[in-house]
Each structure stands twice: as C-alpha cells, then as structure tokens.
C-alpha cells in the first residue's frame, strides 16, 4: 500500500536564498518570525555592499546575528570548541567554512555544520528570542563567543558588556552606534539562558569579545537569546513569556505554522512548480523586511526628542499592548506596493503599522518617511506616509481620531514639515526645496543653498510632492476641508511645470527657471531621484490624463511608452548589477527599469490611458524577465527595499494593482494579466465583510495574456477594474483569457 505524498505547504515552497549573492543586511532572516524583534540567520560578510549579511557565494560563516533591521545589527555569537592551540587566539579568529550541502533553510529555521569545529547549528526563534541548538563533537572542550564589539553589517557595536546572571543564565547589552542615516545610538539589552551550567567568562581586551566556557557532558547544548531595546528586565519578559519552554522542535513547527498562516492567505493553482516557488518567495519578503522594536509589555525606545527616553503603548483591558512598534524603511515607492498588498491581505498588519507611525508623531511631533531603533533618519524623500495613511482611511482599516491623522498629515507637506527635508538632512530644512516648491511650483536643480542631505534631485522631488499632495487632498476631501482640497490639489498639478514640451520628458529646471541645458533623458540621477528621466516621466500616477495632454494626446503618450518598453526589454527591463553596467553600459541608460521603485507603475499606465492590454502584455514580460528567476544570483535585480519589489511582483502575478496607491475615496483595482489559473486571497472578516476573492483565469497560458472578459460573481464588468468595497464584499471574479488583444 503507497503512502500519501502530503500536499506541500507554502513555508515548504519558499526559496529562502533567492538573490543572496546581492543580499542587504536585511533581505535575508532565515529563522526569523513575520516582523520579528529577532531576526536570526548566518552572517559570512560583515562588511561590503549594503552591509551585506547572509551572501551565498561567501562559504565561511562569521556568526550567528540576532538583528538584521534597517539601520540595525546587532548580538552575534558562535558556537566554538577548544584546543590548547586555539584557547587564546578564539576571540579574533573563529570564522568556520561551511557548505551548502550541509545545509537546511526554510521560513523560521537555518541549520548547517561549522566545518571547522565539525559543530552542527540549528537555529529558531519566537517573536522576540532566538533559539540555538548546537550538537558539538563527543567528549569536545565546548563555548560560545560572543561578538558584542567591532563592526557588524551595517553599524559599529560599541560599549559590549556580558557577566553572568546565575549558572547557566547571561545578560549584556551593547551600544549601535548612530550611522550617516540614523543620527542617535540604539542601545539593545538582552538575556541568555542555556540548558547547561557556565564554567567560566573570559574578555579579551583587544578585541571585546567574550568566550563562554560551558561546563558540559551533553552533547547537545541549548541556548535562548531574548532581546530588548529598553532594559534587561524587559527582556526576561520576552524571553519568560514567549518561550518558557525548551523544546527545540515545538518552536520550529510554531514559527513554520506562523507563516504559513500568513503566506497561506493566497493560494495559487496552475503555473509551474517553479512559478508557485517564486510566487512563495516574494510573499515572504514582503512580509520580512521590517521589524517590531517595542517589548511584550508595550515598551519601545522613543529616540525622536533631545533625550532617550522608553515609551509605553497603550493597552488592552487584558494589559497586552493594542499594537506593535516598528523599525521601518521608507515607504518610498509604497505606493505600489505593500499600500495594496497589505491593505487586501494584511490589513491588521497595515493598521498596526499606520498606528505606529502616528505614535512616532505622538512622541516627536512629526509622522517619520523611515523609523530607525526610534529615530527619525529622513530616508529617501517626501512624505512618503502620506499615500500609505490614507489608503489604510479610504479603506476603512483606520477610522477614529481622524482629524488628529490629517493635522499631523498636514504638517508633513508645510514648511518645518518633513517633506522640507532631503534625505537624511538632520539639522536643517533646505535640501528639500519645499519653499520653492511653494513660491514656484518647483523644486529646482541644483537647490541655490548647496547640498544638504542626499537626493536633491528638483525634477523628482516636485513630481512626487505633487503626487503626495493629491493624496492628502483626498483625505481633506472626506473630512470636509473644502479650502485645503482646493489647495492641495492645485498644487498636485505641480508636476506640469517640469514637463519639457520641446523635448517630450520631464526636465530639470534651475531657480531661474531656466531648463537644464545639457539635458540627457536617459543619464540616471540628472535631476531626478534613484532614475532617469525617460523612467521618472511616467511618476504622475495621479494625473495620467494630464500628462497624456501634455504630450499631445493619449495616442502619443500610449506610443511612446510603448517604444521605452520595447528598448527596455533589450535590457531585461533592469538597470541591472554593478557588473552587468560595466560590461553593458547601456543598462544604466534603461528607458524603463523594473529593479528600483522610479518604474514600478509604469506597466499599468496603459491601462490608465485606455489600452489594458498593453498593461496585460507588458506585465507579464516583465514577470517573466524580472520576477520568474530562483536562484541566489538574480531575484530583484536591484533594491529589494523590504518587500517593495517582492509585493510589486506578487501583485503583478495576481493580476491586481492601484495605480495612486489606493488613496481616492473607494479605492480601485486594475485588472491585469494573472500567471495562474486559480488565485484564492482569504480574507480578514474583522476588516472585510467577504470570506474570500476567487480568481479564475480561464484558458489561461503563457501565450494567452490577454484579458478577453471579465465577470465579478457571473456579472460582466464594464472595464478591467474592480472597487475596493465590491471586492472585500468577496466572490469570484472570472477572467477570459485570449492569445489575442481585443483591442485594435
């Protein structure tokens, strides 16, 4: 009698490595829960590109890091044994080779075997404490170093301390010290149990590092790790109270059943088996990136006054916190993304998030564009919250003390708000330009003042002020603020006075108002952030009609974007690598790049203009050249940014997106062309009314792209899109899909 084969979860789909040879410090978190305080994984460099972390092609392992955030690294450790010839010299030289073929990873767990001290490595965690399983070699000398000093990923840690707390307990803590972006330190505490006694606790002074003799028979040695941002006495409330057990295997299967809660929302039918992989892996980044930094208790560190001080989360009746803190990157390109996927999907993840930020503003009196260890590190450009706030109001995720969120929105797009500000300017309020932005309806470029900060790039800034302006106006919209819609959206028309009618793209202006002379669409950041401008033409989400207009009609835009699709597939539709740019200079010269968020809409500005299936036809290629890839070598082609490009591709592959974000009143979704045949999304019934949205593409293929048809519960739809509030209501919505456009 056969067995039966058991059906493959999602958390057993995941590629966990998928572009690990580009990793950022914080794209890869193997063991690791969704948002987690802990995100523990290998690290095999410490230092390079973006901090870099977990790269695959590195074979030697350098530690084991509990915090991989943005702007936030930090408590590696590594299991090691001794010898007379290494007893002394461990402290710096402990790195071990490794293999991949000894190797296991998946959602919320990582094991491999360190070569070197033939020491196998299993690694879990809860929400807020690492778990580490070592099973050392028979009758070895056993310890632990604990790496609390020097440089990690990111950040220096300074000012590591570890003593003992009992036989087999540990507390330290360490300094993160503040880096270019986030300007105030982080201090992180933490607790370490083991299920063995402590023989001894050695410091080596040249190095900071500790070695941690432990005095044991067993061959298998547990250790928990709980981390804190406030104090050691909170974290033994999160070590007590999300792991009081040591049962290795029960947390392994909590965090695995964690996750795939989460990515089990949406469930694929059709496509290839590798389709159905990658679909799994980009979910799972989307919901990776970004951390929780406040305790069990509510406790969280507030760094955004003139003093450090530790705030506390209002409560529940039972005394849990109502919602978690973040660490967070910007929501620069958000938009797009994570605003839509979450908003449908997670939508407890998205207020929660929304409440966050407005904690921040509770606290420093301003909603940040990019939270670090409780700083405020003006990262990227704008006010990025904006679109991400009020689509969570138009969707009806956030509904109280709404006047409160639009005064503290407002702030944001006046003078001394944060839109004034350019990236990582800390101590002024020049680089952004706003003042010209208001006196002339443009940022110019060079901004007269000099450089303050990064991204000063005046074309980009007026197109995305104009852009953020538009949404703010529709939150005035709702609440009644007739005067201030009137005024925002006058300003969101703003974007027309870079627009270069004699050259057809959007053009940098200096503050005479005089058009950069030696103007180039295609030199990448010319006047404009992260792009170029044939790429950052097309930023006018809000607007598209107009812009048509101004390009002499919609014809003419639909053609020429056309042709920069036609050029950028040359290209697989990327920048690409720093490699691919030396050896084809071309790649930085793309028309249209799909691996930065400058061009994430730019497939659906079609359907915008009236032609759904150029949108149908053009995403699915980039689909298949940008997002099909599983391996570590390729994934994103660029900068992940913490989901950004993960959600854009799962969004893409479901065949829905919201072109302004989701902003206007009763948001609406465009249709597009899904990879697979069935898509089932699970709703949350305490935010939507629907059980759940059945997408059925019909004769779907790779040759049969184009939507022929659509009907929403057996009634045809006039158009290729679909509100919010129809939507969430749930049902089936039915896609025809033919090899051939209906459209002439």
Same mark, same amino acid.
């Given at each position: 009698?056969?067995?039966?084969?058991?059906?493959?979860?999602?958390?057993?789909?995941?590629?966990?490595?998928?572009?690990?040879?580009?990793?950022?410090?914080?794209?890869? @978190?193997?063991?690791?829960?969704?948002?987690?305080?802990?995100?523990?994984?290998?690290?095999?460099?410490?230092?390079?590109?973006?901090?870099?972390?977990?790269?695959?092609?590195?074979?030697?392992?350098?530690?084991?890091?509990?915090?991989?955030?943005?702007?936030?690294?930090?408590?590696?450790?590594?299991?090691?044994?001794?010898?007379?010839?290494?007893?002394?010299?461990?402290?710096?030289?402990?790195?071990?080779?490794?293999?991949?073929?000894?190797?296991?990873?998946?959602?919320?767990?990582?094991?491999?075997?360190?070569?070197?001290?033939?020491?196998?490595?299993?690694?879990?965690?809860?929400?807020?404490?690492?778990?580490?399983?070592?099973?050392?070699?028979?009758?070895?000398?056993?310890?632990?170093?604990?790496?609390?000093?020097?440089?990690?990923?990111?950040?220096?840690?300074?000012?590591?301390?570890?003593?003992?707390?009992?036989?087999?307990?540990?507390?330290?803590?360490?300094?993160?010290?503040?880096?270019?972006?986030?300007?105030?330190?982080?201090?992180?505490?933490?607790?370490?149990?083991?299920?063995?006694?402590?023989?001894? !606790?050695?410091?080596?002074?040249?190095?900071?590092?500790?070695?941690?003799?432990?005095? @044991?028979?067993?061959?298998?040695?547990?250790?928990?790790?709980?981390?804190?941002?406030? @104090?050691?006495?909170?974290?033994?409330?999160?070590?007590?109270?999300?792991?009081?057990?040591?049962?290795?295997?029960?947390?392994?299967?909590? @965090?695995?059943?964690?996750?795939?809660?989460?990515?089990?929302?949406?469930?694929?039918?059709?496509?290839?088996?590798?389709?159905?992989?990658?679909?799994?892996?980009?979910?799972?980044?989307?919901?990776?990136?970004?951390?929780?930094?406040?305790?069990?208790?509510?406790?969280?560190?507030?760094?955004?006054?003139?003093?450090?001080?530790?705030?506390?989360?209002?409560?529940?009746?039972?005394?849990?916190?109502?919602?978690?803190?973040?660490?967070?990157?910007?929501?620069?390109?958000?938009?797009?993304?994570?605003?839509?996927?979450?908003?449908?999907?997670?939508?407890?993840?998205?207020?929660?998030?929304?409440?966050?930020?407005?904690?921040?503003?509770?606290?420093?009196?301003?909603?940040?564009?990019?939270?670090?260890?409780?700083?405020?590190?003006?990262?990227?450009?704008?006010?990025?919250?904006?679109?991400?706030?009020?689509?969570?109001?138009?969707?009806?995720?956030?509904?109280?003390?709404?006047?409160?969120?639009?005064?503290?929105?407002?702030?944001?797009?006046?003078?001394?708000?944060?839109?004034?500000?350019?990236?990582?300017?800390?101590?002024?309020?020049?680089?952004?330009?706003?003042?010209?932005?208001?006196?002339?309806?443009?940022?110019?470029?060079?901004?007269?003042?000099?450089?303050?900060?990064?991204?000063?790039?005046?074309?980009?800034?007026?197109?995305?002020?104009?852009?953020?302006?538009?949404?703010?106006?529709?939150?005035?919209?709702?609440?009644?603020?007739?005067?201030?819609?009137?005024?925002?959206?006058?300003?969101?028309?703003?974007?027309? $006075?870079?627009?270069?009618?004699?050259?057809?793209?959007?053009?940098?202006?200096?503050?005479?108002?005089?058009?950069?002379?030696?103007?180039?669409?295609?030199?990448?950041?010319?006047?404009? $952030?992260?792009? $170029?401008?044939?790429?950052?033409?097309?930023?006018?989400?809000?607007?598209?009609?107009?812009?048509?207009?101004?390009?002499?009609?919609?014809?003419?835009?639909?053609?020429?974007?056309?042709?920069?699709?036609?050029?950028?597939?040359?290209?697989?539709?990327?920048?690409?690598?720093?490699?691919?740019?030396?050896?084809?200079?071309?790649?930085?010269?793309?028309?249209?790049?799909?691996?930065?968020?400058?061009?994430?809409?730019?497939?659906?500005?079609?359907?915008?203009?009236?032609?759904?299936?150029?949108?149908?036809?053009?995403?699915?290629?980039?689909?298949?050249?940008?997002?099909?890839?599983?391996?570590?070598?390729?994934?994103?082609?660029?900068?992940?940014?913490?989901?950004?490009?993960?959600?854009?591709?799962?969004?893409?592959?479901?065949?829905?997106?919201?072109?302004?974000?989701?902003?206007?009143?009763?948001?609406?979704?465009?249709?597009?062309?899904?990879?697979?045949?069935?898509?089932?999304?699970?709703?949350?019934?305490?935010?939507?009314?629907?059980?759940?949205?059945?997408?059925?593409?019909?004769?779907?293929?790779?040759?049969?792209?184009?939507?022929?048809?659509?009907?929403?519960?057996?009634?045809? !739809?006039?158009?290729?899109?679909?509100?919010?509030?129809?939507?969430?209501?749930?049902?089936?919505?039915?896609?025809?899909?033919?090899? $051939?456009?209906?459209?002439?």
């Amino acid at each position: 009698m056969s067995k039966t084969v058991p059906a493959l979860k999602p958390v057993d789909l995941v590629y966990t490595q998928l572009d690990t040879e580009n990793s950022r410090w914080f794209l890869f @978190s193997s063991a690791s829960r969704p948002f987690g305080m802990v995100n523990l994984s290998p690290d095999t460099q410490l230092q390079g590109t973006w901090g870099s972390g977990y790269r695959y092609e590195v074979d030697t392992i350098k530690g084991f890091s509990h915090i991989h955030g943005w702007q936030l690294s930090g408590l590696s450790v590594m299991p090691v044994t001794l010898t007379d010839i290494n007893r002394n010299s461990v402290y710096q030289d402990f790195y071990s080779k490794f293999s991949h073929k000894e190797e296991e990873v998946s959602p919320g767990y990582h094991s491999l075997r360190l070569q070197r001290y033939n020491i196998h490595v299993a690694l879990t965690s809860t929400k807020r404490v690492g778990l580490h399983q070592y099973i050392f070699p028979k009758t070895s000398e056993k310890a632990i170093l604990f790496n609390l000093n020097g440089i990690l990923g990111p950040c220096e840690i300074i000012q590591g301390k570890l003593e003992k707390a009992g036989d087999s307990e540990l507390m330290g803590s360490f300094v993160i010290a503040p880096t270019k972006r986030r300007p105030k330190p982080v201090n992180v505490f933490f607790k370490a149990e083991l299920n063995t006694s402590i023989s001894n !606790l050695k410091k080596d002074e040249k190095s900071g590092n500790y070695l941690v003799s432990l005095d @044991s028979e067993k061959d298998t040695v547990l250790m928990k790790a709980a981390i804190s941002y406030t @104090s050691v006495k909170n974290a033994v409330a999160n070590l007590e109270t999300e792991l009081p057990h040591w049962d290795f295997e029960k947390t392994v299967n909590e @965090s695995k059943s964690e996750w795939n809660g989460l990515l089990g929302r949406i469930k694929v039918e059709g496509g290839t088996e590798k389709a159905q992989k990658r679909f799994y892996t980009d979910l799972w980044h989307a919901l990776l990136g970004r951390k929780i930094i406040s305790d069990v208790n509510g406790a969280y560190p507030d760094n955004t006054g003139d003093t450090f001080r530790i705030g506390q989360l209002p409560l529940k009746k039972d005394g849990t916190p109502q919602f978690n803190h973040y660490n967070s990157d910007a929501f620069w390109g958000a938009q797009w993304t994570i605003n839509t996927l979450w908003g449908l999907v997670y939508p407890e993840i998205k207020k929660e998030f929304v409440l966050s930020l407005l904690q921040y503003y509770k606290d420093g009196r301003l909603i940040p564009r990019g939270p670090s260890g409780g700083n405020y590190t003006y990262v990227m450009t704008g006010a990025s919250s904006t679109p991400f706030i009020i689509s969570a109001i138009q969707k009806g995720l956030v509904s109280e003390n709404l006047d409160t969120i639009y005064h503290a929105l407002k702030k944001n797009h006046m003078p001394n708000g944060i839109m004034e500000k350019a990236g990582y300017e800390h101590h002024t309020n020049l680089g952004g330009g706003l003042r010209y932005y208001l006196d002339k309806g443009y940022v110019p470029y060079p901004i007269p003042e000099g450089k303050f900060g990064g991204h000063q790039d005046g074309a980009s800034l007026t197109m995305e002020y104009a852009y953020q302006d538009y949404t703010f106006a529709q939150l005035a919209k709702k609440l009644g603020y007739d005067d201030d819609y009137a005024y925002f959206m006058e300003r969101s028309k703003n974007y027309r $006075n870079v627009y270069d009618s004699d050259t057809g793209w959007m053009r940098p202006k200096n503050v005479d108002g005089k058009w950069k002379t030696d103007f180039d669409p295609f030199s990448y950041e010319n006047g404009f $952030n992260e792009s $170029n401008a044939s790429q950052s033409t097309w930023f006018v989400p809000h607007d598209l009609d107009g812009l048509a207009q101004l390009m002499g009609g919609k014809e003419i835009a639909i053609e020429k974007l056309n042709q920069q699709f036609k050029e950028a597939e040359k290209l697989n539709f990327t920048a690409g690598s720093s490699h691919d740019r030396e050896m084809h200079p071309d790649y930085s010269r793309i028309p249209i790049n799909y691996g930065n968020q400058p061009s994430m809409q730019t497939a659906f500005v079609f359907h915008k203009l009236g032609r759904p299936d150029l949108t149908q036809y053009w995403s699915r290629k980039v689909v298949e050249k940008v997002f099909s890839g599983l391996s570590p070598k390729t994934g994103y082609n660029g900068d992940e940014d913490q989901g950004l490009m993960a959600s854009l591709a799962v969004l893409m592959k479901i065949g829905l997106f919201q072109m302004n974000g989701g902003t206007e009143e009763n948001p609406e979704y465009q249709i597009g062309s899904p990879i697979f045949d069935r898509i089932t999304i699970e709703l949350n019934t305490d935010f939507y009314s629907g059980k759940k949205i059945e997408i059925n593409a019909l004769n779907n293929s790779k040759d049969n792209v184009y939507v022929d048809g659509v009907l929403f519960n057996d009634k045809p !739809l006039k158009s290729c899109t679909i509100l919010h509030e129809d939507i969430t209501n749930g049902g089936v919505l039915t896609i025809q899909m033919s090899g $051939n456009s209906s459209i002439e």
